[in-house]
Nanobody, 130 residues
Framework: QLRTVESGGALVQPGGSLRLSCTTSGFTLERYIVGWFRQAPGKAREAVSCISISRSGGSANYVDSVKGRFTISRDDAKNMVYLQMNSLQPEDAAAYYC?????????????????????WGQGTQVTVSS
């Protein structure tokens, strides 16, 4: 059973920081491109960040709105994916999900397209409010 469990979401003030964690199981994480995605009420799910497999360089991409503020990382030995979020703004408030690209890939360049990924977790809620 392929599973992901997101955690770390919380209520923070604008300018605050959070570190989200994605615990994976049921598959060999090191073989997959992974990413973080978010969905706010009334909006479509959008890709926030993705990262290629470590053996291909572990290169990351980010949606323009979070560049310079968010950092994605992975620890394949621990079956974990992380998203460090700094300088949070109200526009970042959403349910955050981690996902794996459908089909193992060694492509060094990951793609920010939700339709290419599979999601199994329930997400973790990030609320940004003063």
């Amino acid at each position: 059973q392929l599973r992901t469990v997101e955690s770390g979401g919380a209520l923070v003030q604008p300018g605050g920081s959070l570190r989200l964690s994605c615990t994976t199981s049921g598959f060999t994480l090191e073989r997959y491109i992974v990413g973080w995605f978010r969905q706010a009420p009334g909006k479509a799910r959008e890709a926030v960040s993705c990262i290629s497999i470590s053996r291909s360089g572990g290169s990351a991409n980010y949606v323009d709105s979070v560049k310079g503020r968010f950092t994605i990382s992975r620890d394949d030995a621990k079956n974990m994916v992380y998203l460090q979020m700094n300088s949070l703004q109200p526009e970042d408030a959403a349910a955050y999900y981690c996902g794996t690209e459908i089909g193992a890939s060694s492509n060094p360049n990951c793609v920010l397209a939700p339709g290419l990924y599979a999601f199994w977790g329930q997400g973790t809620q990030v609320t940004v409010s003063s």
